[in-house]
């Protein structure tokens, strides 16, 4: 079946630090994968996506590569702003079903001026 | 545009009691989606609507009914709550010219004691 891992969290940041939130899947075949973010008391909000293997998604300086090889989509960002606090979560959509979305548990970012 | 809204934000429910969760779009999106959030297991896919009338199961429809009878609204329904579904709940919506791109609403933080 279907599934998404991320690293557990909280992550604790330093602004202008180098953030990497790790996240694998399993899922057959070649689903498309995503970044959603949540800041407190809002819903999820799209944050970047990747439709096929080595495409790199990015957005607001967050960036994220589909590796097949070893089934990651991990995020990455260059220099973290206290802004950036915020649940993250790792997601893909069914090859077969683009209404069914597969969820990680999500990692909360914590920056500190 | 309001976007995706979700009434009521807080809800507390006895075992056994009924309710029903609201949530409403204007942007005119075909498709809909609930989702509920528990700690360490991220979202996961209840019930989804691929257009008015058409209604089908996620991951864990047990317990929740759905109907959609207008393009806006796509209301989820507790039966006869349960502990269990102390959770989260969440409301998405996207359109089909977007495939990758949901909107989600605010949430709904439901307690049944």
């Known amino acids: 079946g279907n599934s998404v891992t991320q690293m557990e969290g909280p992550v604790t940041l330093s602004e202008e630090a180098f953030l990497t939130i790790n996240c694998t899947y399993t899922a057959t075949g070649y689903p498309s994968l995503f970044w959603y973010v949540q800041y407190p008391g809002e819903g999820l909000q799209l944050l970047l996506k990747a439709t096929k293997a080595d495409d790199k998604g990015s957005n607001k300086g967050f960036e994220a590569t589909y590796r097949k090889e070893t089934t990651s989509f991990h995020l990455e960002k260059g220099s973290v702003q206290v802004s950036d606090s915020a649940v993250y979560f790792c997601a893909l959509s069914d090859l077969n079903n683009f209404n069914k979305f597969y969820f990680g548990s999500g990692t909360k970012l914590n920056v500190k001026p | 545009n309001a976007g995706v809204t979700q009434t009521p934000k807080f809800q507390v429910l006895k075992t056994g009691q009924s309710m029903t969760l609201q949530c409403a779009q204007d942007?005119?999106?075909?498709?809909m989606s609930w989702y509920r959030q528990d700690p360490g297991m991220g979202l996961r896919l209840i019930h989804y609507?691929?257009?008015?009338?058409?209604?089908d199961q996620g991951e864990v429809p047990n317990g929740y009914n759905v109907s959609r009878s207008t393009t806006e609204d796509f209301p989820l329904r507790l039966l006869s709550a349960a502990p269990s579904q102390t959770s989260v709940y969440f409301c998405a919506s996207r359109t089909s010219g977007k495939i990758y791109e949901q909107y989600f609403g605010p949430g709904t933080r439901l307690t049944v004691t």
């Open positions: 942007m005119n999106h075909e498709y």
């Open positions: 609507s691929v257009g008015a009338g058409i209604t």
